[in-house]
């Protein structure tokens, strides 16, 4: 006795052939594949590291490339369930999203000075632990960039004999390089949240020997700046016959203004803030104001000198700041102190317009 599906099945094929893809594609379902998932999975990536990763590094405004990684990274990377993780463009991905966190905890630091130049104690203290727990994120994001980073190009940094990495193209280096520079970051951020984040320290020199696995003039002297920030933090890992660090992150400084990303000059500015070397903060800052005349950016590393700005201008901010009561006046960055005392009453004067 037949049943009285078979029957239906032989009359129609189309039909057929209808009620078996959709059973087909239930099965699929039930057993936890989607084959839409994961086509849509491979477009995305492939799209973001191939279309987008390179425009948002031609970007000039890195608040909305900041925006870009906190709103994108969730669905980018969720991705990653169903089909290989996409650890290159999710590196980049939390990396942007750390720079949105980082300008939060940067402007709780600023409202800290403003509120201790003023005696007000409440408030100062309110500043300083929001201050903190923005650093706490920025070092939980900055650990995930430099994670996914390393994993993306299968480099064990935990592996004293690791072999460099084979980098296929120039788009492959970057990401690989501010991976590492993300890594010594966390360090940073989580140093400066109290320890919070729990980023462990011995990323520091995992970061400085695979940074000489990208060339350093290529780079705009960002490897060499990440090694000389590496052995002022621990000075155990300085090669005996390496040179002063601070001539490195100098000479560093300098192959960022020719390369036209002047990432290595934030570096040397973060380095000098650590070690509380105020004069050479100064010097910086006079450097990178002086270096705007003539200065011709990199078109597709825009991004990375608009981040090394921010960077050594909230340095100048924070100066400003403590000494005076507000940030840098916008024709004064360059300089660590008004021309007389006659400008400083006109530019508080100027802040009430």
């Not at 699929?28 to 279309?51: D, F, H, I, K, R």
């Not at 990178?288 to 981040?307: N, P």
Request: charged fraction near 25%; include cysteine; hydrophobic fraction near 40%.
């Amino acid at each position: 006795m037949q049943t009285s599906i078979i029957p239906r099945f032989r009359m129609s094929g189309s039909k057929n052939r209808i009620l078996l893809a959709f059973g087909l594609l239930a099965f699929l379902s039930g057993c936890g594949y989607n084959p839409v998932y994961q086509t849509t999975g491979a477009v995305m990536t492939g799209y973001s590291e191939s279309e987008a990763t390179p425009y948002v590094m031609q970007m000039s405004d890195a608040n909305m490339a900041c925006n870009l990684g906190n709103s994108l990274d969730p669905l980018v990377y969720s991705f990653g369930r169903v089909t290989d993780k996409p650890d290159t463009t999710g590196s980049l991905l939390q990396l942007l999203a750390a720079n949105c966190s980082e300008a939060q905890a940067w402007e709780e630091e600023l409202r800290y000075l403003r509120a201790n130049y003023q005696d007000d104690v409440p408030t100062a203290k309110d500043a300083r632990n929001a201050e903190k727990r923005w650093h706490a994120l920025t070092a939980e994001r900055r650990l995930k960039a430099f994670e996914r980073a390393m994993r993306a190009y299968e480099y064990d940094p935990s592996d004293p004999e690791a072999e460099c990495p084979f980098l296929y193209a120039d788009q492959d280096e970057l990401t690989y390089l501010l991976g590492l520079l993300t890594g010594l970051q966390a360090i940073i951020n989580d140093t400066n949240s109290g320890g919070a984040a729990g980023v462990p320290k011995d990323i520091a020199p995992q970061a400085e020997r695979a940074a000489q696995c990208v060339d350093n003039e290529k780079w705009g002297g960002i490897p060499d700046a990440i090694r000389a920030n590496v052995w002022l933090l621990l000075p155990d890992t300085r090669p005996a016959m390496a040179p002063d660090p601070w001539r490195v992150l100098r000479h560093s400084s300098e192959l960022g203004v020719k390369a036209g990303f002047r990432a290595a000059m934030a570096l040397e500015v973060v380095a000098a803030e650590t070690k509380g070397r105020d004069d050479i903060i100064a010097d910086v800052i006079g450097r990178f104001e002086a270096s705007e005349a003539g200065f011709d950016v990199h078109e597709d590393y825009r991004l990375v000198d608009e981040v090394g700005r921010s960077v050594v201008l909230h340095a100048s901010d924070k100066h400003w700041t403590e000494e005076y009561g507000y940030r840098t006046p916008r024709t004064y960055f360059g300089q660590m102190s008004p021309n007389s005392a006659a400008d400083a009453e006109v530019m508080d004067l100027d802040s009430l317009l």
